[in-house]
């Protein structure tokens, strides 16, 4: 819905605070689609070890590597994408608050929406190709994704949770230091609300 008022008002159409808005709209509402259709893999292994579920430990077809075949990793490497976009879009929203509260005069500095857009749709870019190029191989596709479901690979052999694995420097990584900075703007724009100006106080 919001994404059909910001395209109907023609007046913020091109506004910095539209584009951004807009751009974090259609980022999760690619991604929930994306969730809803392809988060099941089709040609998931069907020899799973029942055992396994029951013991809470990782499933044969989970361990069991043959050539990439189906849209799984694609699938993958679009959520890895968009959900990606989606925090960095919030981050650079929050960016612009922060720089509109500190200019609030002057503004946004020109060439910020541009730097913007380009941050806000490449770094994804770069974070899923830097992930594909180490991770991924076609005779290998389970050191990039999970066999059960198309998602990034998080565990070793050993059910442990793998830091060397894309889930956490492929993802969790990125969207950590983006909420650190999200905060950080929280804070700052708290204390700047709630400090009293000596001005007004006189």
């Given at each position: 819905?919001?994404?059909?008022?910001f395209?109907?008002?023609?007046?913020?159409?091109?506004?910095?605070?539209?584009?951004?808005?807009?751009?974090?709209?259609?980022?999760?509402?690619?991604?929930?689609?994306?969730?809803?259709?392809?988060?099941?893999?089709?040609?998931?292994?069907?020899?799973?070890?029942?055992?396994?579920?029951e013991?809470?430990?990782?499933?044969?077809?989970?361990?069991?590597?043959?050539?990439?075949?189906?849209?799984?990793?694609?699938?993958?490497?679009?959520m890895?994408?968009?959900?990606?976009?989606?925090?960095?879009?919030?981050?650079?929203?929050?960016?612009?608050?922060?720089?509109?509260?500190r200019?609030?005069?002057?503004?946004?500095?020109?060439?910020?929406?541009?730097?913007?857009?380009?941050?806000?749709?490449?770094?994804?870019?770069?974070v899923?190709?830097?992930?594909?190029?180490?991770?991924?191989?076609?005779?290998?596709?389970?050191?990039?994704?999970?066999?059960?479901?198309?998602?990034?690979?998080?565990?070793?052999?050993?059910?442990?949770?793998?830091?060397?694995?894309?889930?956490?420097?492929?993802?969790?990584?990125?969207?950590?230091?983006?909420?650190?900075?999200n905060?950080?703007?929280?804070?700052?724009?708290?204390?700047?609300?709630?400090?009293?100006?000596?001005?007004?106080?006189?």
């Amino acid at each position: 819905m919001e994404i059909f008022f910001f395209v109907l008002h023609r007046k913020s159409r091109k506004s910095a605070p539209t584009i951004l808005l807009v751009s974090i709209c259609v980022c999760m509402t690619i991604y929930y689609f994306l969730f809803l259709f392809g988060i099941k893999n089709p040609n998931a292994s069907l020899d799973r070890d029942i055992r396994a579920s029951e013991e809470n430990t990782i499933p044969s077809s989970d361990l069991h590597q043959e050539p990439d075949k189906g849209p799984c990793t694609a699938f993958t490497a679009l959520m890895q994408y968009f959900l990606l976009a989606t925090f960095t879009w919030n981050t650079l929203y929050a960016g612009h608050i922060f720089v509109l509260i500190r200019k609030t005069l002057s503004g946004p500095p020109r060439g910020s929406l541009a730097v913007s857009i380009a941050i806000g749709w490449g770094f994804p870019a770069v974070v899923v190709a830097i992930t594909l190029g180490v991770t991924y191989r076609v005779d290998d596709p389970l050191g990039y994704r999970r066999e059960e479901f198309c998602w990034l690979a998080a565990l070793n052999q050993d059910e442990e949770f793998d830091f060397g694995k894309p889930l956490f420097w492929g993802f969790l990584l990125p969207v950590a230091i983006m909420l650190l900075l999200n905060t950080t703007v929280l804070i700052y724009f708290g204390i700047s609300t709630c400090k009293k100006d000596p001005l007004l106080s006189r």
